[in-house]
């Protein structure tokens, strides 16, 4: 494949290649260099998302069928550095007893691995802040781990509306320490280099001109 190098779509992600798919965060890669995961309930955008970071069409499987992605996918940029496209949660079709199982591992997962440096965590923008939100929060802000949201499918909305939605998730969080919001559109492109500087940061890559 043909790589671009253009600053929008920044060499370092689109090298990403899918690594590793597996049920359970115990059976995850060695726990060593660099990780980022993303989260967010089922459709979200999670997968969407990853694709348009790493500028490939179909990295990440995209599904319009809430809960296709029951894995956790690894996807490795170098020898060093990975991102990991978590199972949706909090759709209803999901038995009660898999949730709880699922959560537990999630915590641990958010706990104990240390190569994690960070969560991206995907809201929908016109529904944000949801139960299952606000659970990932709480671990993660027990398990000391730094929290960017991208509230998504920006385009979906007047860019008023969006703002004003995006105002509101800054004052609703403004007492988290280590939580940080912004708008993103996987279809447009919106809040791409944002997103990009957050993930620079975690994964060490040197800042860009
Ligand atoms: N308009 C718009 N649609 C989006 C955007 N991002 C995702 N979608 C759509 O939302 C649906 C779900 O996207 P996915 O990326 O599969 O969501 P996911 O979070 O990976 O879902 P699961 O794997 O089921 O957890 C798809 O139909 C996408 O095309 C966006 O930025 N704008
Ligand atoms: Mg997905």
Redesign the pocket.
């Known amino acids: 494949m043909k790589l671009t190098q253009s600053k929008k779509n920044p060499a370092r992600y689109n090298i990403a290649q899918f690594d590793k798919s597996v049920p359970r965060p115990d059976q995850a890669p060695a726990d060593t260099g660099l990780e980022v995961a993303f989260a967010?309930?089922?459709?979200?955008?999670?997968?969407?998302?990853l694709n348009r970071l790493t500028c490939q069409k179909s990295l990440?499987r995209?599904?319009?069928?809430?809960?296709?992605?029951q894995h956790l996918v690894f996807f490795r940029l170098d020898d060093e550095r990975r991102l990991v496209?978590l199972?949706?949660y909090g759709?209803a079709k999901v038995p009660e007893k898999v949730k709880r199982e699922w959560g537990i591992q999630l915590e641990k997962y958010l706990q104990e691995r240390q190569s994690l440096q960070g969560l991206i965590l995907?809201m929908d923008v016109r529904h944000p802040l949801t139960e299952f939100d606000q659970q990932m929060l709480e671990w993660s802000m027990h398990a000391n781990m730094p929290v960017h949201i991208l509230l998504?499918?920006?385009?979906?909305l007047k860019r008023g509306a969006a703002q004003n939605a995006l105002l509101k998730v800054k004052r609703d969080l403004a007492d988290l320490a280590n939580v940080s919001v912004q708008l993103?559109?996987?279809?447009?492109g919106t809040g791409l280099e944002e997103a990009q500087a957050v993930l620079d940061q975690w994964l060490d890559f040197p800042p860009q001109k």
């Open positions: 967010g309930r089922s459709n979200a955008g999670k997968s969407s998302a990440a995209i599904s319009k069928t809430p809960g296709r992605t496209d199972p949706g759709f995907l998504t499918k920006a385009d979906k993103f559109s996987s279809l447009k």
